[in-house]
């Protein structure tokens, strides 16, 4: 990442400067090309202006050109910056190859080794330590965000977390050798869509909605 603008202007955090870079690529590319190979609606409005319409972690984002903003459908609030980062990265960045049926392992993506601590720390034990001893709320939590079914694990699930990144959350209850363990992996057709970085930041969000889906659950069943 370049951050020597951001370095010249305190006032600009390195995530807000790769924001703005990603703007500036997504904004010069050909939008109904990028629409094409993300999954991406893509729309054009009567004053000339265009908006992409996608999914991310189960919920409608518009991103308006040419000024680029990310907001949510539902409220029309903004997508938070590392969301946002995600999403525009994704539209850059998609080769429109077709989901490839094969899960892998975060470690086998390039770089993998190198990030896996960072991925598993932000993502994978989140998830254990709030659903270690509540594997049904983890499969319910899945499916009110409109996962399905995986056959694999003791619970999981697969949630379609952009388009066309397809990732798979499963859950081992362990026993009197096992510990329990959750496990977090990618469609093998992922580093069409996005960096090993990336898919770092989309776990860690997604784990962070799951974990969010499943507060919210409980608290329904305790009033």
């Known amino acids: 990442m370049d951050t020597r603008n951001a370095e010249n202007n ?28 993300s999954g991406a609606c893509f ?51 998609a080769q429109g190859r077709p989901v490839a049926g094969e899960w892998i392992s975060f470690r086998q993506l390039s770089g993998g080794e190198a990030y896996y601590s960072a991925f598993d ?7 254990l330590g709030f659903f270690a001893r509540r594997a049904e709320l983890l499969a ?36 009197e050798e096992l510990p329990p363990e959750v496990r977090i992996l990618f469609d093998a057709s992922v580093s069409a869509y996005l960096s090993t970085e990336d898919a770092v930041v989309l776990a860690q969000q997604a784990a962070f909605r799951l974990i969010e889906r499943g507060r919210e659950l409980l608290r329904t069943e305790s009033s």
């Open 140 to 175: 319910e939590a899945g499916r009110s965000l409109g996962g399905v079914r995986a056959g694999m694990g003791d619970r999981g699930f697969v949630l379609a977390a952009l388009p066309r990144v397809p990732m798979a959350f499963l859950f081992w209850k362990g026993d």
């Open 10 to 37: 305190p006032s600009v955090s390195p995530y807000d400067h790769a924001f703005q870079l990603a703007c500036e690529v997504v904004r010069s590319a050909d939008i109904e090309d990028r629409a094409g190979k």
């Open 43 to 93: 729309e054009k409005e009567d004053d000339g202006r265009c908006l992409l319409r996608l999914t991310f972690l189960n919920r409608y984002c518009l991103i308006h050109f040419p000024d680029i903003t990310v907001t949510y459908q539902d409220e029309g609030g903004e997508v938070p910056l590392w969301s946002k980062l995600v999403i525009l990265h994704y539209i850059a960045q």
């Open 121 to 127: 720390k932000r993502s994978q034990q989140p998830l």
